[in-house]
Every structure is written in structure tokens, then in C-alpha cells.
């Protein structure tokens, strides 16, 4: 606790505070430097010393020097995920620790002030955004260690390749993703998706659950009960899992018919041995590595086939775009509505392509802010296609949320809460992805689109967008899960399938073991990235990672905050006609929402945006109105089941050649001839202890009559004869008995074929048994289905 007085003095005098600052952010002395110059001088009432005014001091010089720490720390993180090299990821784990007593520096002394009469209630909301310091509150060894854990998981997630037979090994991106997307031969699919897995998943399993260990180790010392209660600690809120419930509660009409629809679709394709009508769909055949987005298999399940879409790609290609251009094109949608501009290095420093000269790079899209409110930059290996087109105005949505807020302190810039950074990117694509933005700027041709054609682009909407909410709504239920204990380490992989059944209707594609670590082959998972992030600490690297992917919350807020923007535009019809493109009034909005950063309860600055203070699911619903009504037309029309009432994920078709029996390997048919014959053997052992009892049972009543005749005759006789000469005579005729070729009197005889009648009858009804059991078996439903999770409807 020697420390902890350095505070109370420091700031008592201008001065030091001052000389502390100064030789912060002049390079040179380390933190320890920092620590040390202030020396415990004064016994002064420490209520006196920790008042507003030295908290404001206090905070002035946190923000001064994290600006610092944090912009070298992102900088050693760029280097390294942009060239992955051991001498980069030391450097980078170095940094990452000067960040974290950075911020156990500032969080210890946090809690010395007595924030319950301060009057501004920015410095109170500052003070205790610091006290979180999330994994810096771990002892050094450990913090060590879990550094280079997530490092390790997050490094394995990017290096990962998957080969082919003596042929090349492809990464996930763009190779992987590819195949997922484009193939639609199943064996080819399956030797992706499980490649993908034992690559990525089975290597993480070990070190996952170090990693769980750590993570609430963490979120222990700073005062929550787990990691995933710290991590839902910043949405500011005690009914979070409540209010998710039933939000996802309300989208289940619409993703229960969109699955039913695309199950019959990929059915009309695949067929019966593949699919079945009433059972969850195989995870491998929807178009995606996580099967998180389905709208790669569009041609299979559009509505009118013989109206397809433009393949924007194709026009792009045609006009020769490039990366940059796209990255332009982002920038442009948001200057339009004259929002700011990114400064000239983004343009410099952002790896826009995966690099050709041999560097190893993690390719995750993502959007880094450096903190130095110049340094803006978005990493991603940028392909000429549509879905890239729509990702990177995704991160650019990120960008503009670091431009305006890049005055705030350090701990305000962040979203007001994580989904609404997610959100801001996401509504913009909605605009950008809308038939009249894409006429406009010259990506389409044809002028109208008819009313089924607008089914068909709410299809390809909805297979993207509402195909997700389960995903994500699994993606951190699962790690909570993991987190408080309830899903114990030895069934991680099992009940991530119990999740995915429940809430996607997916089965595994083969059957799945403790060997395996699926969850382990989705990147937020591998780098530990909350699909709601910790605050101040952000995730493991300290930096805004995403992804073209939406988080749960972030999904249905987009909507809202969509249907907001059009209202402030002045947008007139159905929400799904809206584009903001050039509407200085969306713009303005968006603006006044954007600048408050995290200074704000989200509530309040949901309620600037859109009046409410809820996040609603109404604008959503809203905009796919006209896709649910067909669905439900078309669904009812089939005759389909909602839900997955079958349990239809036997892996029979898939492995039909090989099969167990008692422990040996064998041709399925084989297996079942011997299966009949072992049955039939049983039956006719049975048959023959039967009878061999009811002779038993025969000769026991004659020896029996015999007994009583000569009892009957000794109770006659004198009473001096000896019994052993009495007895001798009486069983003289039955003397002759033998068992098992030994010689002896006919009711020992008796007594032992009893006792071997027993033995067996046991042992016939137990190989019945095991038979029936081998039966069953082999049909089965998997051990990870569970029977309550059959159905929805
Ligand atoms: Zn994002």
C-alpha cells in the first residue's frame, strides 16, 4: 500500500503533478519513474486531498499519459498483426504491459476518491470507468502468461491453413471462405468445414481453458463475480440477459420461416439423405465457414428464381475497381451528409490488400484508432466484391466514430455502449445496399425493381442479417456460460452444439467429440473478443476488432437507428427504399450521437437518436414485413414445420460404410448380419434353458415323490436303526446320478443344475440385452441432443 499514498500528495502540489506529467510524455523514464516521484510527504486528511478538484487534476494527467501508452501499444500491436513475427509479438507483449500498469497505476488510485459529493458528473462517470482495469488486475506471472495465451489463440486462429492431398494448403482467407461460399459438392464442403476445425479449434482446447481460469481470475479482482459479468458490465444495465431474451424472443417468428424456407430449399437441392423436412439443417452447406451467414447460398433459396439480382461484383470487376477506390466510396457516403473526413494517414498507413511480399498477417477486418487523434487506420485483405464493398463501409462506420470523438478524454472514446459501435457501421450499409443507392451510383442498371424482385433482395437482407441473430445471441451466451460455470470444461464442444441446435436448428455435419474445440474455430472466440466488448481495455489487443459480422444487439439497433435516419431525412414508404446517401440532416444526427462517445448512458443518447429509450424491435420487423408475409405464404403453402421436432442428425448417410461392432471396425452390412445372428444364437440358448429347466424341474418332483415314500417307510420302522445305513438304502436307486461326470446323490445333483440353470438364464437375458442395445445404438440420435430442444413451434 505504499503506493497508494502518492496520490494524496502529489496533487496537493501543482508543482509535482506538473513535473510527474511532463516526464510521462516526454520519452524517456519508464513507469516505474512515475510511480516513485511521488513520495508519501503529507499526513493531510485524505478527504481533503482526494476532493474534485485534485480528481480533475488526477484525470487531466490519466488522459495525458494514456494517450501515450495506448498509441505505443497499438502501434507494437499493428506491427505485429500486420507482420507476425516473434520479435514483433515480444515487442507487442511488452507494450501490452506497460499498458496494463498504466492502468492498475490509475485504477488503484481511482478508488481513493470519495465520489458520492462530487458535483460533475463526468469526473464521477470517468472515475469509475477506471476502476475496471480488467486484466491488469492480474499478479505479473499471470498477467505474463495470459497475455501470451491470448496471443497464442489468436495467432493459431491466423496462421491456421487447411491442405489438400499432396497439393496446396489454403488459409481461410480468401481460400477457405471461398469454398465454403462457392461449393455446393457436400464432401468438398464437409473437408473445409472439419479441416478448418482440427486446424484451428482442436490446437485452442487446452489452452481455452487456461484461458477461462485466467479471464475470472481478472474479472474477480476487479470485483465481478465472472468474465462474463464484467464483460456485460458495460452495457450499464442489470437486465441485459433479460432484455436479450426477449428481444430474440420477438425476431423468433421471422427466423423460424426463414429457416423452414431454406431447409426446403437446400432439400429441392441436396436431397432427402442430406436433409430432413422436420430436423435441424448440417452446419456445412449454408454457404459459411460458422454458418452465421447464409446469404452465399442465395441462388438456392431465392424466391423468384427466374428474376435474379445483378451480380454487382461482375459490374465492379467490369469497371476496375480496386481496394482503394472501395475504400473511397465508404468515405464518400459519409461526406455526404457532411460528416468529417479521415486525415491523410489513414490513407497511408492502412492495409488495404494482404501484403504479396511474404508477410504473415492476420487478415480479420478490423478498425484501429491509435489515440493520438490523427492515427486512424482499418486492416483488411480487401477482395473486388460486393460483400467487401458493404465490410468496408462497415469500418468505415468505425472510423467515423473514432473522428468524432477523438476530443473526448481517452475513457470516453468508445461507443456508448459496444453495440452501437457495431450499429453505426451497419446502418450505413443498409442505405448503401439499397436498390436506389447502388442505381445511383452506377453499380445497377436496371431502373425498378417489382415487387417480387424486392422479395428477392429482402432474401438475400434476411440471409445475411436474420440468419445471424441466433449466432450471435449463442456466440456470448455460450461464454457466459463457459464463464460462470455452468458449461463445464469437459463438454465446451458438446454443449456448443446443445446451443446451436437449440438456437440455430444446426447439426454438426459429422459427429463431434471432447477432442474437438468448434467454438475455438470462430475468431471472436479464439481472440477473445466479447461480441459486447469490456470498456476501457477493449479486448485483448486494445483495439475496436470487427467484422462484417453484427453482434446480436447491434443487429436490431441498426434497424432502429436506420428508421431514425430516414425519418431525418425525410424519407417517405418502406424502410427498406431508404437511403440517406447526401442527407445532411441524417448526418447531423448521427454527428450529435457520435461526438458523445461513452460519455453518456446509452439510454440517453439512444433516446437523442430515435426518442426511445429501449432498443426496440419494431424498426426491424418493419423493414422485413414484406419478406415475412411471403415467407409465411410460401411456408404454409408447403405444408413446412417450423422449428426441428426430429433429431435428424445421424450421421448414417455420411459413413455408411463403417460401422462398430464390439469394438471392431466392420462394413455395415456385415455388422448387421452378425448383429442377427448373435440374436438369433441368444434366442435359441434361451429356448434351450427353458427346457432344460422344465426337465429339471420333472426330476426334482420324482426324486422328491421318492423322498417322501422313504420317509414315509422309515417312520415306520424301528427307532434304533442307524440313519446312515437308512439312507443308504432309501436312494440306492437314484445312487447312479452324475454331474458334470462326477458321481453324487440326486439332490446335490439337483441343487447344482439349479444353480447352472440360473447362471444361465442371466446369461442369455444379458446377451439379449447387449444385442438389443448394439441395435439401438446405431439409430440413435447424437449424445449431445438433448430431447426438451426439439421444437418451437
Ligand atoms: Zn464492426
Given at each position: 500500500m505504499e503506493l497508494d499514498r502518492d496520490w494524496a500528495t502529489a496533487p496537493s502540489s501543482s508543482a509535482v503533478l506538473l513535473a510527474m506529467g511532463t516526464r510521462w510524455t516526454c520519452?524517456?523514464?519508464?513507469l516505474l519513474v512515475l510511480v516513485c516521484?511521488?513520495?508519501?510527504q503529507s499526513d493531510q486528511d485524505s478527504d481533503q486531498l482526494y476532493n474534485e478538484t485534485v480528481a480533475k487534476a488526477f484525470l487531466q494527467f490519466y488522459d495525458r499519459t494514456a494517450q501515450v501508452v495506448w498509441n505505443q501499444f497499438m502501434e507494437a500491436a499493428w506491427n505485429y498483426v500486420t507482420n507476425i513475427t516473434k520479435k514483433n509479438q515480444e515487442e507487442m507483449l511488452y507494450k501490452d504491459v506497460e499498458k496494463s500498469q498504466h492502468t492498475l497505476y490509475f485504477g488503484t488510485r481511482a478508488?481513493?476518491?470519495?465520489?458520492?459529493?462530487?458535483?460533475?458528473s463526468d469526473v464521477k462517470r470517468m472515475l469509475s470507468k477506471l476502476l475496471n482495469v480488467d486484466k491488469a488486475a492480474l499478479p505479473k506471472e499471470e498477467l505474463r502468461e495470459y497475455n501470451e495465451i491470448l496471443a497464442y489463440m489468436e495467432t493459431t486462429y491466423s496462421m491456421a491453413q487447411v491442405c489438400l492431398n499432396e497439393g496446396p494448403c489454403l488459409p481461410l482467407e480468401p481460400d477457405l471462405e471461398e469454398v465454403m461460399a462457392t461449393s455446393r459438392d457436400q464432401k468438398e464442403l464437409l473437408w473445409a468445414w472439419q479441416g478448418w476445425r482440427d486446424a484451428v479449434g482442436r490446437q485452442l482446447r487446452m489452452t481455452f481453458e487456461r484461458y477461462v481460469q485466467l479471464s475470472n481470475k481478472a474479472a474477480k479482482l476487479n470485483g465481478y463475480q465472472d468474465m462474463g459479468a464484467l464483460w456485460r458490465s458495460?452495457?450499464?444495465?442489470?437486465s441485459l440477459q433479460e432484455d436479450l431474451e426477449q428481444l430474440f424472443q420477438e425476431l423468433q417468428p421471422l427466423y423460424l420461416n426463414l429457416h423452414a424456407y431454406v431447409r426446403r430449399a437446400l432439400y429441392r437441392f441436396y436431397g432427402p439423405e442430406l436433409i430432413d423436412l422436420r430436423g435441424p439443417i448440417p452446419a456445412?452447406?449454408?454457404?459459411n465457414m460458422w454458418a452465421?451467414?447464409?446469404?452465399?447460398?442465395l441462388d438456392l433459396a431465392l424466391?423468384?428464381?427466374?428474376k435474379p439480382p445483378e451480380d454487382i461484383t461482375k459490374i465492379m470487376k467490369g469497371q476496375h475497381w480496386k481496394p482503394e477506390k472501395m475504400f473511397q466510396e465508404a468515405e464518400k457516403f459519409f461526406t455526404s451528409m457532411g460528416l468529417l473526413s479521415t486525415p491523410p494517414e489513414f490513407w497511408e498507413n492502412s492495409m488495404m490488400e494482404r501484403p504479396t511480399d511474404g508477410r504473415e498477417v492476420e487478415c480479420h477486418a478490423s478498425a484501429w484508432d491509435f489515440?493520438?487523434?490523427?492515427d486512424f487506420r482499418i486492416k483488411k485483405c480487401t477482395e473486388v466484391t460486393i460483400k467487401d464493398l458493404l465490410s468496408i463501409f462497415h469500418q468505415m462506420g468505425h472510423i467515423q466514430y473514432f473522428l468524432q470523438y477523438k476530443n473526448l478524454s481517452v475513457i470516453f472514446r468508445?461507443?456508448?455502449?459496444p453495440a452501437f459501435e457495431e450499429a453505426v457501421g451497419s446502418v450505413v450499409t443498409l442505405s448503401a445496399s439499397s436498390h436506389k443507392h447502388l442505381l445511383n451510383r452506377g453499380l445497377?442498371?436496371?431502373q425498378h425493381q417489382d415487387k417480387e424482385e424486392e422479395v428477392n433482395f429482402l432474401m438475400s437482407v434476411a440471409l445475411e442479417k436474420i440468419a445471424f441473430i441466433p449466432f450471435a445471441y449463442l456466440m456470448d451466451l455460450f461464454r457466459w456460460k463457459v464463464f460462470d460455470g455452468t458449461i463445464e470444461k469437459d463438454v465446451y464442444n458438446q454443449e456448443w452444439w446443445n446451443l446451436r441446435l437449440k438456437y440455430q436448428g444446426l447439426c454438426p455435419p459429422i459427429p463431434r467429440t471432447?477432442?474437438?474445440?468448434?467454438?475455438?474455430?470462430?475468431f471472436h472466440i479464439s481472440a477473445s473478443l466479447p461480441y459486447i466488448r469490456s470498456p476501457v481495455e477493449g479486448s485483448v489487443m486494445g483495439k475496436r476488432v470487427c467484422c462484417p459480422e453484427r453482434y446480436f444487439l447491434s443487429l436490431v439497433l441498426q434497424f432502429q437507428f436506420h428508421e431514425a435516419l430516414c425519418k431525418a431525412s425525410g424519407h417517405m414508404g418502406?424502410?427498406?427504399?431508404?437511403d440517406i446517401y447526401n442527407s445532411k440532416e441524417a448526418g447531423k444526427l448521427l454527428e450529435d450521437v457520435l461526438k458523445l462517445g461513452s460519455s453518456k448512458p446509452w439510454p440517453e443518447v439512444l433516446e437523442k437518436m430515435t426518442g426511445e429509450t429501449k432498443v426496440s424491435t419494431k424498426a426491424l420487423m418493419t423493414y422485413f414485413k414484406p419478406l415475412l408475409n411471403w415467407l409465411v405464404t410460401e411456408n404454409v403453402r408447403q405444408g413446412e414445420i417450423l422449428g426441428?421436432?426430429?433429431?435428424?442428425?445421424?450421421f448414417e448417410e455420411r459413413e455408411t460404410s463403417r460401422a462398430a461392432f464390439l469394438g471392431m471396425e466392420l462394413n455395415t452390412d456385415l455388422v448387421k448380419s452378425w448383429q442377427w445372428t448373435l440374436l438369433a444364437l441368444s434366442f435359441v440358448m434361451l429356448l434351450a434353458v427353458l427346457l432344460l429347466g422344465r426337465r429339471l424341474y420333472t426330476l426334482e418332483k420324482s426324486s422328491l415323490t421318492q423322498d417322501t415314500s422313504t420317509q414315509d417307510t422309515r417312520s415306520q420302522?424301528?427307532?434304533?436303526?442307524s440313519p446312515r445305513s437308512q439312507d443308504s438304502s432309501a436312494i440306492k436307486p437314484a445312487s447312479k446320478t452324475y454331474f458334470l461326470g462326477i458321481a453324487m446323490e440326486p439332490h446335490q445333483v439337483v441343487k447344482r443344475q439349479w444353480m447352472l440353470l440360473g447362471l444361465c438364464l442371466l446369461l442369455t437375458l444379458g446377451s439379449i440385452g447387449l444385442i438389443i442395445r448394439i441395435f439401438t445404438q446405431h439409430n440413435r440420435k447424437p449424445p449431445w441432443m438433448r430431447d426438451e430442444w426439439g421444437s418451437w413451434d
Amino acid at each position: 500500500m505504499e503506493l497508494d499514498r502518492d496520490w494524496a500528495t502529489a496533487p496537493s502540489s501543482s508543482a509535482v503533478l506538473l513535473a510527474m506529467g511532463t516526464r510521462w510524455t516526454c520519452p524517456g523514464p519508464p513507469l516505474l519513474v512515475l510511480v516513485c516521484c511521488a513520495v508519501a510527504q503529507s499526513d493531510q486528511d485524505s478527504d481533503q486531498l482526494y476532493n474534485e478538484t485534485v480528481a480533475k487534476a488526477f484525470l487531466q494527467f490519466y488522459d495525458r499519459t494514456a494517450q501515450v501508452v495506448w498509441n505505443q501499444f497499438m502501434e507494437a500491436a499493428w506491427n505485429y498483426v500486420t507482420n507476425i513475427t516473434k520479435k514483433n509479438q515480444e515487442e507487442m507483449l511488452y507494450k501490452d504491459v506497460e499498458k496494463s500498469q498504466h492502468t492498475l497505476y490509475f485504477g488503484t488510485r481511482a478508488r481513493l476518491f470519495k465520489v458520492a459529493n462530487f458535483q460533475d458528473s463526468d469526473v464521477k462517470r470517468m472515475l469509475s470507468k477506471l476502476l475496471n482495469v480488467d486484466k491488469a488486475a492480474l499478479p505479473k506471472e499471470e498477467l505474463r502468461e495470459y497475455n501470451e495465451i491470448l496471443a497464442y489463440m489468436e495467432t493459431t486462429y491466423s496462421m491456421a491453413q487447411v491442405c489438400l492431398n499432396e497439393g496446396p494448403c489454403l488459409p481461410l482467407e480468401p481460400d477457405l471462405e471461398e469454398v465454403m461460399a462457392t461449393s455446393r459438392d457436400q464432401k468438398e464442403l464437409l473437408w473445409a468445414w472439419q479441416g478448418w476445425r482440427d486446424a484451428v479449434g482442436r490446437q485452442l482446447r487446452m489452452t481455452f481453458e487456461r484461458y477461462v481460469q485466467l479471464s475470472n481470475k481478472a474479472a474477480k479482482l476487479n470485483g465481478y463475480q465472472d468474465m462474463g459479468a464484467l464483460w456485460r458490465s458495460t452495457y450499464e444495465s442489470d437486465s441485459l440477459q433479460e432484455d436479450l431474451e426477449q428481444l430474440f424472443q420477438e425476431l423468433q417468428p421471422l427466423y423460424l420461416n426463414l429457416h423452414a424456407y431454406v431447409r426446403r430449399a437446400l432439400y429441392r437441392f441436396y436431397g432427402p439423405e442430406l436433409i430432413d423436412l422436420r430436423g435441424p439443417i448440417p452446419a456445412h452447406i449454408l454457404g459459411n465457414m460458422w454458418a452465421q451467414s447464409w446469404v452465399n447460398i442465395l441462388d438456392l433459396a431465392l424466391p423468384f428464381p427466374e428474376k435474379p439480382p445483378e451480380d454487382i461484383t461482375k459490374i465492379m470487376k467490369g469497371q476496375h475497381w480496386k481496394p482503394e477506390k472501395m475504400f473511397q466510396e465508404a468515405e464518400k457516403f459519409f461526406t455526404s451528409m457532411g460528416l468529417l473526413s479521415t486525415p491523410p494517414e489513414f490513407w497511408e498507413n492502412s492495409m488495404m490488400e494482404r501484403p504479396t511480399d511474404g508477410r504473415e498477417v492476420e487478415c480479420h477486418a478490423s478498425a484501429w484508432d491509435f489515440y493520438n487523434g490523427k492515427d486512424f487506420r482499418i486492416k483488411k485483405c480487401t477482395e473486388v466484391t460486393i460483400k467487401d464493398l458493404l465490410s468496408i463501409f462497415h469500418q468505415m462506420g468505425h472510423i467515423q466514430y473514432f473522428l468524432q470523438y477523438k476530443n473526448l478524454s481517452v475513457i470516453f472514446r468508445s461507443g456508448a455502449n459496444p453495440a452501437f459501435e457495431e450499429a453505426v457501421g451497419s446502418v450505413v450499409t443498409l442505405s448503401a445496399s439499397s436498390h436506389k443507392h447502388l442505381l445511383n451510383r452506377g453499380l445497377l442498371s436496371q431502373q425498378h425493381q417489382d415487387k417480387e424482385e424486392e422479395v428477392n433482395f429482402l432474401m438475400s437482407v434476411a440471409l445475411e442479417k436474420i440468419a445471424f441473430i441466433p449466432f450471435a445471441y449463442l456466440m456470448d451466451l455460450f461464454r457466459w456460460k463457459v464463464f460462470d460455470g455452468t458449461i463445464e470444461k469437459d463438454v465446451y464442444n458438446q454443449e456448443w452444439w446443445n446451443l446451436r441446435l437449440k438456437y440455430q436448428g444446426l447439426c454438426p455435419p459429422i459427429p463431434r467429440t471432447e477432442e474437438d474445440f468448434d467454438p475455438g474455430a470462430k475468431f471472436h472466440i479464439s481472440a477473445s473478443l466479447p461480441y459486447i466488448r469490456s470498456p476501457v481495455e477493449g479486448s485483448v489487443m486494445g483495439k475496436r476488432v470487427c467484422c462484417p459480422e453484427r453482434y446480436f444487439l447491434s443487429l436490431v439497433l441498426q434497424f432502429q437507428f436506420h428508421e431514425a435516419l430516414c425519418k431525418a431525412s425525410g424519407h417517405m414508404g418502406p424502410l427498406h427504399h431508404c437511403d440517406i446517401y447526401n442527407s445532411k440532416e441524417a448526418g447531423k444526427l448521427l454527428e450529435d450521437v457520435l461526438k458523445l462517445g461513452s460519455s453518456k448512458p446509452w439510454p440517453e443518447v439512444l433516446e437523442k437518436m430515435t426518442g426511445e429509450t429501449k432498443v426496440s424491435t419494431k424498426a426491424l420487423m418493419t423493414y422485413f414485413k414484406p419478406l415475412l408475409n411471403w415467407l409465411v405464404t410460401e411456408n404454409v403453402r408447403q405444408g413446412e414445420i417450423l422449428g426441428w421436432p426430429d433429431f435428424s442428425c445421424s450421421f448414417e448417410e455420411r459413413e455408411t460404410s463403417r460401422a462398430a461392432f464390439l469394438g471392431m471396425e466392420l462394413n455395415t452390412d456385415l455388422v448387421k448380419s452378425w448383429q442377427w445372428t448373435l440374436l438369433a444364437l441368444s434366442f435359441v440358448m434361451l429356448l434351450a434353458v427353458l427346457l432344460l429347466g422344465r426337465r429339471l424341474y420333472t426330476l426334482e418332483k420324482s426324486s422328491l415323490t421318492q423322498d417322501t415314500s422313504t420317509q414315509d417307510t422309515r417312520s415306520q420302522g424301528t427307532q434304533s436303526q442307524s440313519p446312515r445305513s437308512q439312507d443308504s438304502s432309501a436312494i440306492k436307486p437314484a445312487s447312479k446320478t452324475y454331474f458334470l461326470g462326477i458321481a453324487m446323490e440326486p439332490h446335490q445333483v439337483v441343487k447344482r443344475q439349479w444353480m447352472l440353470l440360473g447362471l444361465c438364464l442371466l446369461l442369455t437375458l444379458g446377451s439379449i440385452g447387449l444385442i438389443i442395445r448394439i441395435f439401438t445404438q446405431h439409430n440413435r440420435k447424437p449424445p449431445w441432443m438433448r430431447d426438451e430442444w426439439g421444437s418451437w413451434d
